[in-house]
């Protein structure tokens, strides 16, 4: 991952969700860049990507979200 021109972490696991309908991805950065709306590219071998960081849509700690 990169901030700018500055490398600063690393995606260490990454999938699609197919209830947000969007890849989703757990990354190590620095406690400095981990504000929410925080934007970094991600350098793949297919192409550079836009990352930001986001709450965590998926953790649903009172089960409001049924299961189907």
């Given at each position: 991952m990169f901030d700018?021109?500055?490398?600063?972490?690393?995606v260490t696991s990454k999938c699609f969700s197919p209830r947000l309908e969007k890849n989703i991805?757990?990354?190590?950065?620095?406690?400095?860049?981990?504000?929410?709306?925080?934007?970094?590219?991600?350098?793949?071998?297919?192409?550079d990507l836009k990352a930001k960081v986001v709450p965590m849509p998926f953790y649903d700690p009172k089960k409001k979200i049924p299961i189907k």
């Open positions: 700018d021109k500055e490398e600063i972490g690393y991805g757990y990354a190590f950065i620095p406690v400095g860049y981990a504000k929410e709306g925080t934007q970094f590219t991600i350098r793949s071998p297919y192409a």
